[in-house]
Each structure stands twice: as structure tokens, then as C-alpha cells.
């Protein structure tokens, strides 16, 4: 599974960014996707992800009400309401959506369970 992150770009605060992410190998239709970022000097952390068996979702605290995941061929994320703290790389991850949910622990905890990585995308949310 080849991944490639896209949508990207400078916008200002209160924007909207539509990022995707396409596989140019296996279809991703069997495989749970999730978006993570990595601000400057912290941590990459788990955005969004959504399972491809029955379409739940997670979101991180910090973007619930504000961020939207969704499937079809590509996996979409509409950001809205962007804030100077959400300027990062965005990577989106899949791993095989196996009984257990275990794509939910890589999302919330650990990312590095992820299988297949994208090259990022960078978002820069400033005025």
C-alpha cells in the first residue's frame, strides 16, 4: 500500500482545508486510515482515523466539531474552523481493520502500530 497525502497549504485562522489521502497500490478498502500530524518540536499525534468495516471514527479533543473524516475511494478530512495550533505535516496511516479495533489504540496512543505511512502534507494556519 503506497499512500500520498494531499490538500495541503497556507490558509488563516477560521479557513477550511479539504486534505486526501489516495493509495496507488491495494485499495483501501479494507484497511482502517487515520490522519496524524506533527507540529515543530512535538510529538506526532493521531487527528482523526476511521474504520473501513463500519465507518466509526475517532477524533482527537482538540478537533471534535471542527474536523470531518470520511471514506470513499480516497479518504477525505475537512478541517474547518482552522487555528494557528492546528499548522503541522499531515501523514495519513492505514492498518489492516482486524477484530479488535486496534486501528482505535493507534490512533488515540500509539501511531507507530500504523502500518503504512504517506509522505506528509503541511498545513500552515496563519494570518
Known amino acids: 500500500v503506497q499512500l500520498q497525502a494531499s490538500g495541503g497549504g497556507l490558509v488563516q485562522p477560521g479557513g477550511s482545508l479539504r486534505l486526501s489521502c489516495t493509495s496507488s497500490g491495494r485499495t483501501l478498502s479494507y484497511y482502517a486510515v487515520g490522519w496524524f500530524r506533527q507540529a515543530p518540536g512535538k510529538e506526532r499525534e493521531g487527528v482523526s482515523c476511521?474504520?473501513?468495516?463500519?465507518g466509526s471514527t475517532y477524533y482527537a479533543d482538540s478537533v471534535k466539531g471542527r474536523f470531518t473524516i470520511s471514506r470513499e475511494e480516497q479518504v477525505y478530512l475537512v478541517m474547518n474552523s482552522l487555528k494557528p495550533e492546528d499548522t503541522a505535516v499531515y501523514y495519513c496511516?492505514?492498518?489492516?481493520?482486524?477484530?479488535?479495533?486496534?486501528?482505535?489504540?493507534?490512533?488515540?496512543?500509539?501511531?507507530?502500530?500504523?502500518?503504512?505511512w504517506g509522505k506528509g502534507t503541511l498545513v500552515t494556519v496563519s494570518s
Open positions: 496511516a492505514a492498518t489492516s481493520d482486524l477484530p479488535g479495533n486496534s486501528w482505535l489504540v493507534f490512533c488515540k496512543e500509539n501511531s507507530y502500530g500504523m502500518d503504512y
Open positions: 476511521i474504520s473501513s468495516r463500519d
